[in-house]
């Protein structure tokens, strides 16, 4: 079976500081994908990244970056320099390569950026 | 970009009454999904639907719940005798490709319906 943990429930930060949120999965596939979900108040679910498990270059993007260490079955998110509207509940989750294979995702870590 | 679109965004039923939530996937895409997310809860998948038959489905899709492809385009979720515990965010999302080599795009999520059972 397939699983995500976001230890993270809840994390509250000030302007301008770096966070990062935890993601650590388990699943008994060879190949798969991790994704990266952000969900700001209004409900959305808003596409971050996609990551295969056969490439484990990290990836940056303007503030965000993502770490992906198949030793320590993580993908980790940080974002520098937080700003207000980066406040939302960020979703990591997890596929098969199966077309039948549903996206698990973890319960989600709650960032509040204070100004 | 294309989009999936869900219908109603919000709907308010009265509990024991039959809904009826709409997606159109994108139009290329093979696989679609509804999904589920119970107020301040983590977004749990409900079914998966491939070549108009169900593939996998969660312990939550019970017999309650049933999903149909009516048109080639739209793609329902009915809940046949709503409860309080069904008040929610449904989601729909659909993929691209059967095969999930390199070429695999992910999923596209809907904006979401927000059932509310009163």
């Known amino acids: 079976a397939q699983k995500v943990t976001q230890a993270q429930t809840e994390i509250s930060v000030v302007e301008k500081e770096d966070v990062t949120l935890d993601c650590v999965y388990e699943?008994?596939?060879?190949?798969?994908?991790l994704f990266w979900y952000k969900q700001p108040p209004s409900g959305e679910l808003v596409f971050l990244i996609r990551?295969?498990?056969?490439?484990?270059q990290n990836e940056i993007s303007g503030r965000y970056s993502w770490n992906f260490q198949k030793s320590t079955s993580s993908f980790n998110f940080t974002i520098t320099a937080s700003q207000v509207v980066d406040s939302a509940v960020y979703f990591c989750?997890?596929?098969?390569?199966?077309?039948?294979?549903?996206?698990?995702f973890g319960k989600g870590t709650r960032l509040s950026v204070i100004a | 970009e294309p989009e999936v679109t869900q219908t109603p965004s919000h709907q308010v039923t009265q509990m024991g009454q039959e809904v009826i939530l709409r997606c159109v996937p994108i139009?290329?895409?093979?696989?679609f999904y509804w999904y589920r997310q119970i107020l301040g809860q983590k977004v749990e998948f409900l079914v998966s639907?491939?070549?108009?038959?169900?593939?996998?489905k969660s312990e939550i899709f019970d017999d309650q719940f049933s999903v149909e492809r009516p048109d080639g385009s739209n793609f329902t979720l009915k809940i046949r005798s709503t409860k309080l515990e069904d008040s929610a965010m449904y989601f729909c999302a659909s993929s691209t490709f059967r095969d999930r080599g390199p070429a695999f795009s992910g999923y596209t999520f809907g904006s979401g319906t927000r059932l509310t059972v009163v």
């Open positions: 139009s290329n895409h093979l696989y």
């Open positions: 989750a997890l596929s098969g390569a199966s077309g039948n294979t549903p996206l698990v």
């Open positions: 990551r295969n498990s056969f490439d484990e």
């Open positions: 639907f491939y070549n108009n038959e169900i593939s996998e």
């Open positions: 699943t008994r596939d060879t190949t798969y994908y």
